[in-house]
């Protein structure tokens, strides 16, 4: 996490500012572009079986690699978005553990 990033009043990363804008979690901008969405759809609850599909800019593709899914049981959703500011890409999770239904913003590991 980079310094620039806006805390909330508890010491968390802000996922949005006071418009609802989604809020990039390394620089804290405002300009976040989506860039591609990943649906992780597991056949069964538990089952490290299903379906991976990717929707970018210029395609779509099915797969049964579920190594990226943010849940560790059920499915998940994970939506890329590239900074115009910083050029950081982040991924926003939506999954679902346990009952509850989770969000995160989370930048992408391993950039250069």
């Known amino acids: 996490m980079n310094p620039g990033a806006p805390l909330d ?13 989604l809020l990039c979690p390394y620089c804290g901008k405002e300009f976040l572009r989506h860039t591609a969405v990943h649906d992780f759809s597991r056949f069964l609850e538990d089952l490290y079986a299903g ?10 593709t099915i ?7 943010p849940s560790p049981r059920k499915d998940g959703i994970s939506i890329y978005f590239e900074c115009e500011i910083c050029g950081v890409t982040s991924i926003l999770d ?3 553990h346990k009952g509850h239904t989770y969000i995160q913003l989370r930048v992408q590991e391993n950039q250069s």
């Open 9 to 21: 009043s508890t010491g968390h990363p802000m996922l949005v500012n006071n418009q609802n804008i």
């Open 51 to 60: 379906l991976h599909t990717v929707c970018s800019e210029t395609r779509t």
């Open 94 to 96: 939506i999954y679902q």
């Open 63 to 69: 797969d049964t690699d579920l190594s990226g899914t």
